[in-house]
């Protein structure tokens, strides 16, 4: 199947660029069409290639490729936000199970703003429910899990984030181990600059492979069973 997706450009780091110093309803309806030529339409290029992909890592995750379901929206809800900026300076792909919200998924992400991209695998925000799941199915597998996170296909591209407890909860293991296991949430991050890569479609082929790095990451932290995806 021939790619969707063809690059982002320079013009859609100026569109967030501008968006980022006059955020107001005249701007963006002023700039409406580069928006989705330069923004919109690439994100949702990249989705309709990716979908077949996640769909496979997980078949309830949601991938339709429009606006609320794998694409976020550039709207801000702002009613119980200080800030009343109507739009987002960013936008992202998001790869989660519809009956998780928000702050409660874990799932797959990619994002673009006016400086960078990134993308990864895990939790948006702290949710203990969640983080105690991961915590059981990491200690569950604790040879496997080891054997994925210190492969070099995903040491040489990943980064670890989320907040640590102050205190352990798990105090004796595999180093790596404890290091996933004692924090608040977990996400697997790849983080560049926007720069010529990502305004060509190897950007895409980049993001799909390293999802696929992920995948089998992804599928033990949910307790799921293995599976293996092909290159």
């Given at each position: ?118 993308w990864g695998m895990g939790m948006y925000a702290p949710y203990r ?103």
């Open positions: 199947m021939e790619q969707a997706f063809k690059g982002f450009t320079p013009q859609t780091a100026e569109f967030f660029l501008g968006l980022s110093m006059n955020n107001n309803k005249a701007f963006f309806h002023s700039h409406k069409a580069g928006f989705q030529q330069f923004v919109q339409e690439p994100l949702m290029a990249l989705a309709r290639d990716l979908e077949p992909l996640m769909l496979s890592i997980d078949p309830e995750l949601e991938t339709r490729p429009v606006q609320g379901k794998a694409l976020a929206r550039l709207h801000r809800d702002t009613r119980f936000s200080k800030d009343k900026a109507p739009y987002r300076n960013h936008l992202w792909l998001v790869y989660r199970r519809p009956c998780e919200g928000n702050t409660q998924c874990l799932g797959f992400y990619f994002d673009i703003s006016a400086f960078d991209v990134s429910m969640r983080m105690d799941e991961i915590r059981r199915n990491i200690l569950a597998k604790p040879g496997d899990f080891s054997a994925l996170v210190r492969h070099s296909s995903f040491t040489g591209r990943f980064v670890l984030e989320g907040e640590a407890y102050k205190r352990p909860v798990v105090n004796t293991g595999d180093p790596v181990l404890l290091d996933w296991c004692n924090r608040k949430c977990v996400a697997a991050v790849h983080e560049q600059p926007l720069d010529s890569l990502a305004f060509s479609p190897k950007l895409g082929c980049m993001v799909e492979a390293d999802f696929k790095v992920l995948a089998p990451v992804y599928r033990l932290l949910r307790g799921m069973s293995p599976i293996c995806i092909k290159n």
